[in-house]
C-alpha cells in the first residue's frame, strides 16, 4: 500500500522515524512529507535513508511530475504524526502553502492526524473546533495521549507511540473491501466506561471487586479503529487506546458525573461498577486494634447504595435523551437460575437496546483474555452466544450488535 507520512513541525517529529520503519517492515511504499518547520527537527537525509526516496516539502521540486497533486491522489492512507496545532488548523481551513497541507487538499484516501502540542494549545478554543471540522469530514484525528511533554509540563498533548499509531492505521491497509466495517462507526460519539470502581475504606483500603478493565479497554479500541470518536471512562491505570479520550474516575460517583456530563451517542456500561460504598471512610489508617482492653475487636463497616448509573441513563432517556444504551450482567448462575435466566430478569427490569451477560468466576472472564458472552436483544426475544472468545472478537460482535439495532444511530 502506498503512503504518505507527513510530519509537521513539533519536537515529536523524531518519533515519526520510528513509524516509517514500521510501515516499511510491514512492506508498505512510504513517502515522507515533511514541513520546512519539521526539517529543523530532523533533517532531509534522514527520512530519505529510512524511505529510500528524495525528500521535499515544497511544491517546485520535480514540478514535472507535479508532486503536490499526484501524491494525494495515488496514496492509499496519509498519515501526519506529528500533526501540531499550525496543521490542523491550516487543513481545516484549506490551506495549502507547502507540499504537506497540498497533498492533503488532493487525498481521496483515508487521512489519519496524530496530533502533538503542549495542552494548553490542544485545548484551546480553536483547536477544538478545527478538530471538530476535520472530524465532520472525515478526517481521522486521534486523541493525543497524555504524559511528559517538552519541559516539565505534562498532561494531554503527548504524540501517541509510534506503535499504537501503526495500529490505529492497520485496518487502512488490509486492502480488504470487506473490512468496510472497520470505518462505520464514523460520524458516532461514544462514551465506554471499564474497569471496577473502588470504594475507600480509609487512605490505604478500598472496596472493591476483580473487573481488569480489558474489554472496557477492547470495546474502546475496536470503537476507534471502526471511525468512532471516543470517550473511555475508567478506573484502571492503563493507557487509553489510541483515538480515545480517557477520563479516570476512581469511585461510582465519579463514574456516575463522568458519564451523565458526557453528550453521546451510544454510551456501553462495561465497568463493574460497585453497588454498595462505605457509608463513610476513615480519614486516617484504620488501625488493627482500637481498644487495648478488646484486642480482637474488628471495626463494623456500614454500607450504603450506590447510585443505579444504567437506571439513572434509561430515566433520563425517558425524559428525551436518545443515546443508545449496552448494558453488561456479570452473572455467575446459581440455585436460583442460570447465567440467561439472571441476564434477563436484568433487562426486564432495566429495558436496555442491548445486553451483554458475561460469565464470570473465580478465574473465569475476570482478568482473563477470553470471555464467553450472550448477547441479548433489547426486548429479549433473542439471544447470540459468543465464545470463549477473545475480548476483540467480542467488542466486534457488540459493536455490529449496535449497528443492527439502531443502524441511523
Known sequence: MRIVLGVSGGIAAYKACSLLRSFSEDGHDVTVVPTAAALRFVGAPTWAALSGKPVSDDVWSQVHEVPHVRLGQQADLVVVAPATADLLAKAAHGIADDLLTNTLLTAHCPVVLAPAMHTEMWQHPATVANVATLRERGVHVIEPASGRLTGADSGPGRLPEPADIAAYCAPFLTGDPDDARDRDL???????????????????????????????????????????????????????PPGCALVRVETALQLRDAVLAADADVVVMAAAVADFRPEHAATAKIKKTFDPAAPDAVPVVRLVR??????????????????????????????????????RSKLARKPVDLLVANEVGDGVTFGQDDTTVHLLSGDGSSSHDIG????????HAVWDAVRAIAPTV
Do not use: W
Request: proline share 6%; hydrophobic share 40%.
Open 186 to 240: 464514523a460520524g458516532l460519539h461514544v462514551l465506554v466506561t471499564a474497569g471496577g470502581t473502588r470504594e475507600p475504606l480509609d487512605p490505604v483500603r478500598y472496596l472493591g471487586n476483580r473487573s481488569s478493565g480489558k474489554q472496557g479497554y477492547a470495546l474502546a479500541a475496536v470503537a476507534a479503529q471502526r471511525g468512532a470518536q471516543v470517550t473511555l471512562v475508567s478506573t484502571v491505570s492503563t493507557p487509553a
Open 306 to 343: 450506590n447510585p443505579d448509573i444504567l437506571a439513572e441513563l434509561l430515566t433520563r432517556r425517558g425524559e428525551g435523551t436518545t443515546p443508545v444504551l449496552v448494558g453488561f450482567a456479570a452473572e455467575t448462575g446459581d440455585e436460583q437460575g442460570s447465567v440467561l435466566d439472571h441476564a
Open 388 to 395: 470463549p472468545a477473545d475480548k476483540t472478537t467480542v467488542a
